[in-house]
DNA sequence: CTAATTTGACCCGC
DNA sequence: GCGGGTCAAATTAG
């Protein structure tokens, strides 16, 4: 049980997303077969993207400093309230005020906390051109958890996303999933999730402050061998959480097959996979990776 | 229909 | 009174 780290599940995520990468390059290659399979090749691409979201998304926080690596972020993150699946510039509060005691400033909302979340307000804040989000725990009532959030844009140009949690959370339910876990297997939890990442609205925007530095270099003949092995790993992470074993079981068989139809995500999620996929001008550019 | 979000009203400390 | 936090009715989404 020790792929827990942000770095971890990251690899995790694009390591999978390279495998399902590879399955829709076959298909294409040898397109008079395409559709063959059981799970369509939208659905695979739907997979890389989603893989490799997640994987941006924990990764795409520049450290700093030297001493604030991807290594440490797993260990700092196991403070007390610790939101989880986002390694951005978290740090605690200190006591001189207010009652917050962790603070994450990052260059986009953060998508998945570990939390479910349910906005309860939302106000014009005096200094800042931006508005301020208040956000309770999904939990608040059924478990009497007191935890909450305060999230609000600081900075634009670049953009910088502040989020404040305040109280613990006492909630019992596991609803503390893997943040690689909901990519791969679908967002169990998107009906609830306070927030989705959203690439469609501002791609290249998106494009420029994540893709910038990040490669993949895995050699063709050990991708079976790595998608077995990545597979092995998410079950691994999935049979920690019980609220997951449906899910686990059908995946068994074939790792993309329960993959959530597209529209279960929403309109803005296709719309991201159609605008990424086909609609891209820079395109081009990826071809440096295995695509 | 149920559940989540939006948004103006309300509350409270300064 | 002002500003920020929360409530809750209305609205929207699923």
């Given at each position: 049980m020790e792929m827990n780290s942000p770095h971890d599940k990251a690899v995790?995520?694009?390591?999978?997303?390279?495998?399902?990468?590879?399955?829709?390059?076959?298909?294409?290659?040898?397109?008079?077969?395409a559709?063959?399979?059981?799970?369509?090749?939208?659905?695979?691409?739907?997979?890389?993207?989603d893989c490799f979201s997640n994987a941006i998304s924990i990764l795409s926080v520049k450290?700093?400093?030297e001493d604030e690596q991807f290594s440490d972020l797993s260990s700092r993150d196991s403070s007390p309230p610790p939101p989880q699946g986002s390694p951005s510039k978290k740090r605690k509060i200190e006591?001189?005020?207010?009652?917050?005691?962790?603070?994450?400033?990052?260059p986009d909302p953060i998508y998945y906390d570990g939390y479910l979340w349910r906005k309860y307000g939302q106000k014009c804040i005096k200094k800042s051109a931006h508005q301020r989000s208040y956000y309770r725990c999904s939990y608040n009532i059924d478990h009497n958890c007191g935890a909450r959030k305060h999230e609000q844009k600081?900075?634009?140009?670049?953009?910088?996303?502040?989020?404040?949690?305040f109280g613990q959370h006492t909630c019992?339910?596991?609803?503390?999933l893997d943040a690689i876990f909901t990519a791969v297997q679908g967002p169990l939890d998107d009906?609830?999730?306070a927030k989705m990442i959203r690439f469609g609205k501002d791609l290249d925007q998106e494009k420029e402050h994540h893709s910038n530095g990040f490669s993949l270099s895995v050699k063709h003949e050990e991708e079976e061998s790595i998608r077995e092995q990545t597979m092995d790993q998410y079950h691994e992470i999935a049979s920690n959480n019980q609220d997951c074993q449906h899910v686990i079981k059908e995946d068994l068989s074939s790792p993309s097959d329960s993959y959530p139809p597209p529209s279960s995500s929403g309109s803005e999620s296709a719309e991201f996979d159609s605008d990424l996929l086909?609609?891209?001008p820079d395109w081009d550019r990826f071809d440096q990776f295995y695509f």
């Open positions: 995790q995520a694009i390591l999978y997303g390279h495998s399902c990468a590879m399955r829709l390059k076959m298909r294409l290659d040898h397109f008079n077969m559709e063959s399979g059981p799970v369509s090749s939208y659905d695979l691409a739907k997979s890389i993207v450290p700093k400093s006591s001189t005020n207010s009652s917050a005691n962790w603070r994450d400033d990052s600081i900075k634009d140009n670049p953009p910088v996303y502040r989020t404040t949690y019992k339910t596991n609803h503390n009906s609830k999730s086909f609609d891209n």
